[in-house]
């Protein structure tokens, strides 16, 4: 069912474009698009996938929202305020409200600190309560990520701790300002399977017990369908594909998000399994920028119209989305 609520994010129309040195002797830059013209909402207390392959821009994304990079065009909106052109003193509040949880824990914690002074530091940038009220946050941390009893963890540093440990220190970290919004980028792509069922139950969990708004960035459309509620798939840049999980990944309408359902695993099941077949064995080369930007690979594409045109976003069912001429 469609939310009638205002959304607590919204991007619209947000374009981020990189520059990249051509080669070794060239002093000519490349311009590489990482967002096209993006436009998403997250509503209050939901977890929302953003989904595509490596080099897609769904970090890119994840970086606008918390600020660490500007875009080139669009608006990204928190709670009705624009967010792009915030002065430095109001940075310092949106961070406190938006918090990243990054994909390696190991980089993302100083090995420097302890455990207890990496969750603390975020307390004393902002100026949140005295030395005994951050040792207790800390430690009401600690317990909301499993690490229990505390004291066991406090004051131990990150190469002291296991991968999964490290990932639930971050998560944390995150959590400790108590923010509105969570971004939760590729969270578990480092860790085995078992470590990965368990950082996705805490999600849930933090979810659930402190109606924090996720955005969860990832490759895999299982963990996706596992863990959120609506997702949007995004392939170069561009917006292929958005709504609720079940529908999108149980009646994907997209040629790229029948392409990713393909690559799934299909360990331990009966009878035919249906697969969308929309992969070219071999791309097609163009020498100019093209409409859509899934053209080169996609199997159904037309070369007129999917060579010439961008496809809008249409509807194709309740909150169901899809950018492709041939739905």
Known sequence: MKNTDPPILKLENVSKIFGIKGSLFSRTR?????????????????IFGLVGESGSGKTTAGR??????????????????????????????????????????????NPQLSIFESISEPLIIHKVGDGEERRTRVKEALKMVGLSPPEDFMYRYPHQLSGGQRQRVAISRAMVLEPELLIA???????????????????????????????FVTHSLAAARYLC????????????????????????????????IDALPKFGQSGKVKRYETLLKVERKVSEPVGCSFFIRCNKAHEGRCRLEIPPLKATGPDHFAACFYV
Do not use: C
């Open 30 to 46: 490349k311009k590489v698009t990482a967002l096209n013209r993006i436009s998403l909402s997250l509503y209050h207390g939901e």
């Open 229 to 260: 509620d609506r997702i949007a798939v995004i392939y170069r840049g561009s917006l292929m594909e958005s709504g609720p999980a079940d529908q999108v990944i149980g009646n994907p309408k997209h040629p790229y998000t029948q392409a990713l």
């Open 185 to 215: 980028d590729e969270p578990t792509s480092m860790l085995d399977a078992s470590y990965s069922a368990q950082i996705f139950n805490i999600l849930l969990e933090l979810r659930n017990t402190f109606s924090v708004t996720i955005l």
């Open 64 to 109: 606008l929202i918390v600020g660490l990079d500007r875009p080139e065009e669009g608006s990204i909106f928190l709670d009705g305020l624009e967010i792009t052109d915030l002065k430095s003193r109001e940075w310092r509040n949106h961070r406190r409200r938006v918090q990243m949880i990054f994909q390696d824990p190991y980089q993302s914690l």
